[in-house]
């Protein structure tokens, strides 16, 4: 009994008796004047800081221009270092795999591709490579690198064929290597549209600059791939 009837006397109510609505008002102008004197002192202290508020933000402001600035240099110069991009044979041979498949990524990118990565890692089902060309649609690259002129068979055309459409959604599929392929391979390819690049045609891509989509005679896809997009 003792604890309902305290804690009836905790609830809040309204004030009934004049005298309580009196104080109630009391209270609510205290409160009302400690808020706009607040507030007015706040007021003043702006009045007396504003010369430092408008220092402060126009270094704010002048920052974060020159951060842009730099961040839209910083771009203009990879972009101008990828439009003269060349590598020579020797330094691809003295790549390793993934130094190897950075370098293709950067190759697309000169050539044009909007964006390229590489995506090169175990259990990668035959891409190291992919990219989005504005004419030419996803582009899936397999990268064979090798130390010792090793040959690329047609097994990996099988297995690029089994991937790169199906898993990868690609419009163009390249194997490409800095050594060779095999006579069946490059046959099986070119009879089910796997692209292959060799060490001439590599020669040619890197070090001479001759674009990607000219050294494999690339068809425009882009229309047709935004055409199954639009009808999914």
């Not at 002192?41 to 010369?51: D, I, K, N, R």
């Not at 690198?145 to 040959?151: D, E, G, Q, W």
Request: include cysteine; charged fraction near 25%; charge should be positive.
């Amino acid at each position: 009994m003792n604890r309902r009837r305290a804690g009836r006397w905790l609830r809040r109510r309204a004030p009934k008796t004049p005298v309580e609505q009196i104080a109630a008002g009391v209270i609510a102008v205290a409160c009302l004047l400690w808020v706009l004197q607040a507030a007015a002192s706040a007021g003043q202290w702006l009045v007396g800081a504003w010369p430092v508020l408008v220092v402060f933000l126009a270094a704010a402001a002048g920052a974060s221009v020159l951060w842009r600035n730099r961040r839209a240099a910083a771009r203009r110069e990879h972009a101008r270092r990828l439009a003269i991009l060349r590598l020579s044979m020797g330094a691809i041979d003295a790549m390793d795999d993934q130094a190897f498949e950075f370098a293709l990524r950067d190759l697309m990118l000169r050539d044009g591709c909007t964006w390229a990565r590489r995506v090169g890692q175990a259990g990668d089902q035959c891409a190291d490579v992919i990219a989005e060309h504005p004419f030419h649609g996803r582009i899936v690259v397999q990268a064979k690198h090798t130390t010792v002129a090793a040959k690329v068979g047609s097994h990996v055309m099988y297995q690029v064929n089994g991937t790169a459409r199906p898993v990868h959604r690609a419009d163009i599929a390249v194997v490409v290597t800095n050594g060779s392929l095999t006579r069946d391979a490059k046959a099986w390819g070119d009879r089910h549209g796997i692209c292959w690049i060799d060490r001439a045609l590599l020669h040619q891509w890197a070090d001479t600059g001759r674009p990607l989509a000219e050294l494999l005679r690339l068809p425009v896809t882009a229309r047709k791939r935004q055409a199954r997009r639009a009808a999914a």
